[in-house]
T-cell receptor
Framework: RKEVEQDPGPFNVPEGATVAFNCTYS??????FFWYRQDCRKEPKLLMS???SGNEDGRFTAQLNRASQYISLLIRDSKLSDSATYLC???????????FGTGTRLLVSP | GAGVSQSPSNKVTEKGKDVELRCDPI?????LYWYRQSLGQGLEFLIY????????KSGLPSDRFSAERTGGSVSTLTIQRTQQEDSAVYLC???????????FGPGTRLTVL
């Protein structure tokens, strides 16, 4: 079983739609959580960190449920430019490596 | 400012050859990481440097893989006797210090024929 699991998608949504991605992680020692965005043939870029209390950045909202070991990302009012692969990432205390899920692909159409 | 740079951007080699991949981190970043991304596998951690030392080499897949970092800056990832399964995108990241946000370079796409 992979340490971080995501639905690979693709999620096909029209512009303006709201879309949600979930991710589960298996290591209960995981301490830090992130969503990265990766465009085709480009490097991953940090989208947002995920905090226990949940956090919002514009149209993006991230939630963490430690008891169930899952992380979510909600995108409101989808834009064409949101089309990308969204990577769920975790780390553990004292460990510096990022552990990536395989990503969820989002396609936003006009 | 300048981001993480990697060279070459693309490398095609024959099975059995050695290759060297280079990473220039963001100036002033003390931590440097190597990852690889294979088709359908996602990104996997290879090795981490703090300064010139490598506290975590746990992700190196075999003894054909090695990496070094000199002067607390540039790092080289060397793959000896390349195999077809080594074909992947090799990504380097750096952070200003341990546990801070990692910024990725554009990667080196390695193809082993």
């Amino acid at each position: 079983r992979k340490e971080v699991e995501q639905d690979p998608g693709p999620f096909n949504v029209p512009e303006g739609a709201t879309v949600a991605f979930n991710c589960t992680y298996s290591n209960s020692a995981s301490q830090s959580f992130f969503w990265y965005r990766q465009d085709c043939r480009k490097e991953p870029k940090l989208l947002m960190s995920v905090y226990s209390s949940g956090n919002e950045d514009g149209r993006f909202t991230a939630q963490l449920n430690r008891a169930s070991q899952y992380i979510s990302l909600l995108i409101r009012d989808s834009k064409l430019s949101d089309s990308a692969t969204y990577l769920c990432v975790v780390t553990q205390t004292g460990f510096q490596k990022l552990v990536f899920g395989t990503g969820t692909r989002l396609l936003v159409s006009p | 400012g300048a981001g993480v740079s990697q060279s070459p951007s693309n490398k095609v080699t024959e099975k059995g050859k050695d290759v060297e991949l280079r990473c220039d981190p963001i100036s002033g970043h003390t931590a440097l990481y190597w990852y690889r991304q294979s088709l359908g596998q996602g990104l996997e951690f290879l090795i981490y440097f703090q300064g010139n030392s490598a506290p975590d080499k746990s992700g190196l897949p075999s003894d054909r893989f090695s990496a070094e970092r000199t002067g607390g800056s540039v790092s080289t990832l060397t793959i000896q006797r390349t195999q077809q399964e080594d074909s992947a995108v090799y990504l380097c990241a750096s952070s200003i210090r341990e546990a801070d946000t990692q910024y990725f370079g554009p990667g080196t796409r390695l193809t082993v024929l």
